[in-house]
């Protein structure tokens, strides 16, 4: 029961006794464990966790705790540089980069005195939406999940397993395809990293037959999202470009949280987009992102986007009256019925906006103009600024070097990214290096930027007549199955899928991701609140009260793996 | 085969009502935008032999086969939507933060001294140095002397 | 000083309109004299140039990794320098302020509001695959600055020059590559890469080899003068990258085909890289031939330019806004504003009112207030504490002979100093034992032979009298008395009738006045020695 637990309770938990950071590690480490097949993780930091955890036990009991989360375990998406842990963006170039340094996120949470479980599994770089672009596999929804096996996943020794998904062999049978090369990562007692290797023929497509399908858990966040719905872990940091946050959020039935772009720091996360990249939070309530926003929020002097004026704490509050929303004004962009909606995200969309209004609230139809050209937008933007923030990757100072094309410097770099990057990355970077050549850079780049400029100002519009919150869907579907999702490239998939999620990211406001019921088929769909910039008081306790609401079951698998 | 657990009872009566809405709601019932009809774009690109190496260059990527090309391709397609909005008199965006004024540090000495961490991640080291292919090395053509006259 | 200063900022604000007339008239009538000089059969030559000087700041433009010479290789290294992930940009404020303070030296308009971009293209000592420049926006535009060049080594009467700044912006300078030939592979050292550097960028008014080098030399003089870069070429400090063509007389500029010759690292160099490179185009176009536009490197030793034929450049450098940069305002007194914190404004007046001022300010002041020639104000903003030296011995006296002080300071105390290597202000001779022996020199009581006797003993002896006392005790009072000095040259005439005998067949002259100054340790007056040997000799007349 512990690990289906909120981040407040457990916090509440160990600060009244009931129980101890190294019991609860443990927990959190055999849930780790038995839900590998998930595969969330691509390193798991299994004994700094024990020790971490055991210094926090040794400062509950002098009572000198270092901060609220001290002694809670959390879990950091592979794109946050993590100090003598591998961070590998899920991706061949980065394999065995072991930054010298902590992103600020990562140091923010350990000088609290979090216990970090390990490095989430994500699309390479954070390009997708389902965390199904990874050199480590893709990653699992638990929602629906067949768990076969789990008992093998009991030995201790990561070397000796791996989880691969080959087209050779039964696939229906899970216990055939444990192979002895390992792809996960293992840390040792010093903190130093164990072989990485990656499997030279490594295939990630899986032909299993429909009966063994599973739920796409969303991406790019998606290990965090994982994480974070199994109970390995009470909070988890993810990486928002476009809605890499509020996805895997949506469809593994948690909460997740985008903030106003320069509220929290990007330094150490290894962009995507830099100007519409932001760290977010993934928990299982509202009251727990809060926690987490207070810890994380602040100028950071590395990172000259950040927000300099001091930050103001959040308030986990009710609103004044608590059945009445009276004063409070919700908009629907009409726009965000798009094509391709699906009628049971429809349907709890329509019951939210009566919800608020049957409490008292104004709820009124409102339009944000450039919608459907949003995502195109987003795509020219996204494709430009990664084939800049990829130019670093050539082998000479980090990452992968390739062997013998050492002939010049050219074909060695050329080399080196062919065998680092996969086709999407790769995809990218040729589309942004086209949309930014002196000939094309009116016609797309700034076209693009102007666009951005217009969609901007439809929110600005919107929210300057009054309107507090928007209400919108966060997906066009539930969760959908991984045979349907892989019948379309990585591409088209995002285009469809970012759909009501990346115009937030252009216009840097905050949003927010939260579970509201359950699709035709059983999984998860969440709702989308968005707020103006520097809203997160307001848009929180909407937020929070809606949750309250809802009453969203939390996923347990206490019973399906042994309560914990 | 296991089962899957949800814990059906917590969820809250209004889920339940689900068809039997009695306020009239906001959302719009229908999609209220189509997908972009392709004739109204311009030509579709393709990518020639000359751009196909010029851009292979310039991004020291390789398209692979025929499928890179494609999806280069389908992405100029893609963004070729962006040429229908009317953007006239709008100003370029770089981003969020245009109103705002960059960080200024102060000028000390702050970072730096930390060789060996520097040096830590790189594949091929020679004496603190990084390693590179040769190159770059101005070639001497035998030209005929152009000194001037004195 | 200051006063002078003030009123000569006053003067050229008040005056601009008349001043602009000034420059242009000057230039037309200079365009007619460098075409003569430069025309080579109908040919014009035409230089733009671009300089990147370092910012002498402590940490570098992005990132607090230090700025030291010749540092332990890859030890002054940021992980932002090298690359790494997730690191982020952060600019230096000193480095935004020295911008600044360049630009207003060089005449610049200093724009509120500039943007940093990316400019990409790879190469192994770019870790990033960018650099982080101005491109759109730069911080200062449209600048303007005199400058003196010499017509064929005339020391002295130069040409006053002026050459237009087309702008100014920052930017990263990169790592250092050295090529290891018998291991087949490049070095690479990323000390300097992320270094602040300043583009200074002209139009294209030079019109010969010679004139780009004197405006490269007085550009370095006003950048060490303000303090924004240290100037020493040799250890890569200012680099000048030249783009030349040649046009016939009469076609416009835009007809001669552009080659860009790059990292020309001293000021020598300049002006014979410039001249080898228009002979070889006129040489070529004479030939019927065409010129490659292309870039060029400059071989020092064997002072020719070779192409860097591998260098090929792709041209397309794809540039984008630099997204982690938000623009750089600067500010005035007008526009500042108080919700600011002072740690983040830069205020462009606040700067100029605490700028060093400029060689061309300080020459103009010398000039005014001293009626120094150009030539003296040159030698004396070049011979650093001169200035300050000559202006606190004026200051202390102002009466005194302005052209006594400026020949005790350059052509005996300087002489002393350079040979015992140490500066002005820390000399034995202070300005207190200086002005004493300029009053009397001004008083005529002893001869400069005499004050190069006192400046000795106090470099060598270690002498501590004042200057009035040493006189007197060494008796090195000045000789007027003719009577003593006629005796000296009879005796003279006396000893070497040979020399008599030459002098007034007008075969060499005798020189008798120079041997009783030292007869007399020095202390003859010259002019009243040569006035009795004249007297008693006859004039010199050199034979035909």
Sequence with gaps: MMLSSSLKEVINSLRNGSIQSKELCEKCIRRVQKTRELNSFITETLDIARSQASESQARQLSGSSLGILDGVPVAVKDNFST?????????????????????????????????????????????????????????????KYTFQNYEANKQDDLNKQSLRFSNKGNSANHKNNIQSESIKNSDSTNGQNGSSGIPEDMDVSDTRSEECDWYVSGGSSGGSAVAVATG???????????????????????????????????????????????????????????????VLAGHDVHDSTTMTDPYKPVLAVDFPEK??????????????????????????????????????????????????????????????????????????????????????????????????????????????????????YDTYFIQAQKVRKLISEDFACVFSVGVDVLLTPTTLTGAPKYSWYKREDNRTRTEQQDVFTQPINMAGLPAVSVPASLSDEGVPIGLQFIGPMFSEQKLLTVARWFEQQVHFPRLSLDGILGDL | MTRFYVNISKMSTWMLTLNHRCLSSKVPAKPTWKQIDPSTLPKPTTIDEATISHLERLALVDFNNQEGIERLEKAIRFADQITLVDTT?????????????????????????????????????????????????????????????? | MSHTLGRYRRFTSNFQCSYSVYRALTRALHHGQRLSQNARAGWETVVGLEIHAQIASHSKLFSGAGTQFAAPVNNQVSFLDAALPGTLPVLNRRCAEIGVMTGLALGCHINRESRFDRKHYFYADLPQGYQITQQRQPLAEKGEIPY???????????????????????????????????????????????????????????????????????????????????????????????TVSVNKVGEPISTGVRVEIKNVNSIRGVAKAIEYEFSRHISLLEKGEKIANETRAFDAENVETISMRDKEKVHDYRFMPEPNLPPLRIYDNQTLSSDLSPDQVINVDEIRSSMAATPEERRLALQAKYGLSLEHCQVMLTSEGTEDFFTAVMNADTTRDIAIVYQLLFSILLSFTNEHKIPVDKSPVDIVKFGDTVDLLCSKRITYQVARNIFHQYFEAADNRPVEQMVDEEDWWIITDKTLIEEHCKKLMAESPKKVKNHKKGYRECGFHKAIVVRTQGRADPVLARQVVEENMGKFVKKK
Aim: net charge negative; glycine share 8%.
């Design chain 1, 83 to 143: 100090l003598g842990v591998q961070t590998s963006c899920a991706s061949a170039i980065l394999k065995g980069y072991v930054p010298p340094y902590n992103a600020t996120m990562v140091q923010r949470l350990l000088d609290q005195g979090a216990v970090m479980m390990g490095k989430t599994n994500l699309d390479e770089f954070a390009m997708g939406s389902g965390s199904l672009d990874s050199v480590y596999g893709p990653v699992r929804n638990p929602w």
């Design chain 1, 232 to 294: 390995t872990a009470f909070a988890a940091l993810g990486s928002d470009t476009g809605g890499s946050v509020r996805i895997p959020a949506s469809y593994c039935g948690v909460v997740g949280f985008k903030p106003t772009y320069s509220l929290l720091s990007r330094y150490g996360l290894i962009p995507l987009v830099n100007s519409l990249d932001v760290p977010g939070i993934l928990t299982k309530t509202v009251d727990d992102t809060v926690i987490m926003l207070n």
């Design chain 1, 323 to 440: 059945i009445s929303l009276k004063g409070l004004h919700i908009g629907i962009p009409k726009e965000y019925h798009a094509p391709g909606l699906a009628s049971d995200v429809l349907s709890a969309w329509d019951k939210a906006a009566d919800l608020f209004e049957a409490h008292g609230a104004t709820v009124s139809e409102v339009s944000l103009p450039h919608t459907r050209f949003s995502i195109v937008c987003y795509s020219i933007l996204c494709a430009c600024e990664v084939s800049s923030n990829m130019a670093r990757y050539d082998g000479i100072e980090f990452g992968h070097r390739a062997q013998n094309a050492d002939a010049s410097t050219e074909a060695l770099y050329a080399a080196s990214r062919h065998e680092g990057f996969n086709d999407v990355v790769r995809g990218r970077i040729l589309a942004g290096n086209y949309f930014l050549l002196n000939k094309n």
């Design chain 2, 89 to 150: 008199g709008v100003q370029p965006m770089d981003s969020v933060l245009e109103s705002r004024n960059t960080y200024l540090r102060k000028d000390e000495v702050t970072e730096g001294n930390c060789k060996q961490e520097i040096l830590k991640n790189a594949a091929l080291v020679e004496e603190d140095y990084f390693v590179a292919p040769p190159g770059n090395i101005p070639l001497k053509k035998k030209e005929k002397s152009y000194r001037p006259k004195t």
């Design chain 3, 148 to 242: 003196y060049f010499f017509v064929a080594n005339d020391m002295k009467s130069p040409t006053k020059l002026s050459a237009r700044i087309h702008h100014i912006q920052l930017e990263q300078d990169s790592g250092k590559s050295l090529q290891d030939p018998e291991q087949n592979m490049s070095l690479i050292d990323l000390n300097r890469a992320g270094m602040a550097l300043m583009e200074i960028v002209t139009e294209p008014d030079f019109r010969s080899g010679e004139e780009a080098a004197a405006f490269v030399k007085e550009l370095q003089l006003i950048l060490t003068t303000i303090g924004a870069c240290s100037g020493v070429m040799a250890e890569g400090a200012m680099r000048v990258d030249a």
